[in-house]
């Protein structure tokens, strides 16, 4: 098989890279418009160059379009029209409109479609997913350092958008909810009410720390995961509470769950490659997609504070 990677930069570049090492991928073909980033890819994963996007599609199977975010409808486009399989990085498209414009055009095609949102490959994702039961309260923070790599899109697109994904298409899967939200450029809260759990969710481009934290409180435990380091505790019930001389003192079961080093990135697109041979369904659909610009759209709607002034030094 042959796969194709459209744009080259830093996510671009890993594509490249995890398709070299995916059995079964027999070629890697890139196209940029950046010629001297083009050749510097070609040059380190031995990849093969092309002049154009027309031709890149002619000579591949499928591809990973790694595009800024205001080309990925034209590109996935010409794609699925070429009847080339394409999976879209985060976020699918720049709107919701152009989102389901996508969706309708791979329904009526029998290309294989599907979006990047890589952390519902995460294992602690995946862990969580199955070890909760009826969660009362779910919290989420993803903050980053100021970086230049990412100009197109703010910071509920660019980073809260994960979160989205996992909330609401892998945790709870409701489509009833009230959505609250407070929101800049480079800072977003969110709060949401579903049926019977509340989320919170926060991001940032403009923290000294980065941080990707995961706490999920549900009957009789509660879980926290750190979706860097793959790491997730299981805390239990006290088994007793006691008062000495005014001081409470708790005894906790604290558990750390086993989880299996991988790389989420290779987990996405070994997966995409399978659905592509017939081998299950590629898990985040364009419906997925499209949900979360949706949901990302409504974010943005609600308070937004103008007179934020953020400072992009380095941290």
Same mark, same amino acid.
């Given at each position: 098989?042959?796969?194709?990677?459209?744009?080259?930069?830093?996510?671009g570049?890993?594509?490249?890279?995890?398709?070299?090492?995916?059995?079964?991928?027999?070629?890697?073909?890139?196209?940029?418009?950046?010629?001297?980033?083009?050749?510097?890819?070609?040059?380190?994963?031995?990849?093969?160059?092309?002049?154009?996007l027309?031709?890149?599609?002619?000579?591949?199977?499928?591809?990973?379009?790694? =595009?800024?975010?205001?080309?990925?409808?034209?590109?996935?486009?010409?794609?699925?029209?070429?009847?080339?399989?394409?999976?879209?990085?985060?976020?699918?498209?720049?709107?919701?409109?152009?989102?389901l414009?996508?969706?309708?055009?791979?329904?009526?095609?029998?290309?294989?479609?599907?979006?990047?949102?890589?952390?519902?490959?995460?294992?602690?994702?995946?862990?969580?997913?199955?070890?909760?039961?009826?969660?009362?309260?779910?919290?989420?923070?993803?903050?980053?350092?100021?970086?230049?790599?990412i100009?197109?899109?703010d910071?509920?697109?660019?980073?809260?958008?994960?979160?989205?994904?996992?909330?609401?298409n892998?945790?709870?899967?409701?489509?009833?909810?009230?959505?609250?939200?407070?929101? =800049?450029?480079?800072? =977003?809260?969110?709060?949401?009410?579903?049926?019977?759990?509340?989320?919170?969710?926060?991001?940032?481009?403009?923290?000294?720390?980065?941080?990707?934290?995961?706490?999920?409180?549900?009957?009789?435990?509660?879980?926290?995961?750190?979706?860097?380091?793959?790491?997730?505790?299981?805390?239990?019930?006290?088994?007793?509470?006691?008062?000495?001389?005014?001081?409470?003192?708790?005894?906790?079961?604290?558990?750390?769950?086993?989880?299996?080093?991988?790389?989420?990135?290779?987990?996405?697109?070994?997966?995409?490659?399978?659905?592509?041979?017939?081998?299950?369904?590629?898990?985040?659909?364009?419906?997925?997609? =499209?949900q979360?610009?949706k949901?990302?759209?409504?974010?943005?709607?609600?308070?937004?504070?103008?007179?934020?002034?953020?400072?992009h030094?380095?941290?």
């Amino acid at each position: 098989m042959k796969a194709g990677v459209i744009g080259v930069g830093v996510m671009g570049k890993n594509h490249v890279r995890v398709y070299t090492e995916i059995k079964g991928v027999d070629e890697v073909w890139v196209y940029d418009p950046d010629e001297e980033a083009m050749k510097e890819v070609m040059e380190q994963y031995d990849a093969q160059c092309t002049a154009s996007l027309p031709q890149l599609l002619n000579n591949v199977d499928f591809v990973s379009v790694c =595009a800024p975010t205001k080309f990925h409808t034209e590109i996935a486009k010409e794609a699925i029209e070429k009847g080339v399989h394409c999976l879209v990085e985060k976020p699918l498209a720049s709107t919701y409109v152009e989102a389901l414009e996508l969706c309708e055009l791979a329904s009526n095609s029998d290309v294989i479609t599907g979006v990047g949102h890589i952390e519902r490959f995460n294992p602690v994702v995946q862990e969580i997913k199955r070890l909760i039961h009826s969660p009362k309260l779910i919290s989420i923070k993803r903050h980053n350092p100021t970086s230049s790599r990412i100009t197109d899109v703010d910071v509920v697109v660019d980073l809260m958008i994960h979160d989205i994904d996992i909330v609401w298409n892998s945790l709870l899967k409701e489509k009833e909810y009230t959505l609250y939200s407070i929101y =800049a450029e480079d800072v =977003a809260c969110v709060l949401s009410t579903f049926n019977h759990c509340i989320v919170s969710m926060s991001a940032s481009r403009v923290a000294c720390k980065k941080i990707r934290f995961i706490y999920v409180e549900d009957e009789g435990y509660t879980l926290e995961g750190d979706l860097m380091s793959h790491e997730l505790y299981i805390y239990r019930y006290p088994k007793r509470y006691e008062q000495i001389n005014a001081v409470y003192r708790q005894e906790n079961l604290i558990e750390k769950v086993l989880i299996g080093r991988v790389e989420p990135l290779k987990e996405e697109l070994r997966s995409f490659v399978n659905a592509i041979n017939g081998k299950g369904e590629f898990p985040v659909s364009f419906e997925d997609g =499209a949900q979360n610009i949706k949901i990302a759209e409504e974010i943005k709607n609600g308070k937004k504070f103008e007179g934020i002034h953020t400072s992009h030094g380095n941290c």
